[in-house]
T-cell receptor
């Protein structure tokens, strides 16, 4: 069975500082990986996805993530955050056999002025 | 514009009443999903459907029911058997292929009093 771990439930960071949100997954087969963002009382919006090819994936709003197969990780990074990046971030995985998406518990990013 | 529409955004019901949440998509997606979101618990899968007239239970199906009579529609009924129905409900859809992302609606916040 697949599972997704997001070790940091909350990450406070000052505006214009860099941030990394961690995601680790467990799966015995090849996976497809996703990061979503959720603003209060809204649905989830796709930030970026890894399907194949280059392990460094660039997404919207200046975010990027790196797929590391040996460490089964897909950490999300942004070199300089803005107040507007304050939101909840979810990592998700889907594999070649699973029909469903498995989501991590989420990380709440708080950007402080 | 293509997308997923959930209605209503806010819903209040008395304890013991059944309530149906609407989810419509015009993305021509084959698969549709219902998730429940509680604070600090991420997204938990209630039901999913890969094709019309077929659906499968997710991790927390007890107290819920669904139908998939049309490709565009996947309504969720929260029955009186659901012990703690107050939550944020998210509907999603995706193409049938494994290497595709899920698209989400804006959610319905259900409060049972």
């Amino acid at each position: 069975a697949q599972s997704v771990t997001q070790l940091d439930s909350q990450v406070p960071v000052f505006e214009e500082a860099p941030v990394e949100l961690r995601c680790n997954y467990s799966s015995s087969v090849s996976v497809y990986l996703f990061w979503y963002v959720q603003y209060p009382n809204q649905g989830l919006q796709l930030l970026l996805k890894y399907l194949s090819g280059s392990t460094l994936v660039k997404g919207i709003n200046g975010f990027e993530a790196e797929f590391n197969k040996s460490q089964t990780s897909f950490h999300l990074r942004k070199p300089s955050v803005h107040i507007s990046d304050t939101a909840e971030y979810f990592c998700a995985v889907r594999n070649n056999y699973g029909q469903n998406f498995v989501f991590g518990p989420g990380t709440r990013l708080s950007v402080l002025p | 514009d293509g997308g997923i529409t959930q209605s209503p955004k806010y819903l209040f019901r008395k304890e013991g009443q059944n309530v149906t949440l609407s989810c419509e998509q015009n993305l021509n997606h084959d698969a549709m999903y219902w998730y429940r979101q509680d604070p600090g618990q991420g997204l938990r899968l209630i039901y999913y459907s890969q094709i019309v007239n077929d659906f499968q239970k997710g991790d927390i199906a007890e107290g819920y029911s669904v139908s998939r009579e049309k490709k565009e529609s996947f309504p969720l009924t929260v029955t009186s058997a659901q012990k703690n129905p107050t939550a944020f409900y998210l509907c999603a859809s995706s193409y049938g292929e494994i290497n595709t992302e899920a698209f989400f609606g804006q959610g319905t916040r259900l409060t049972v009093v």
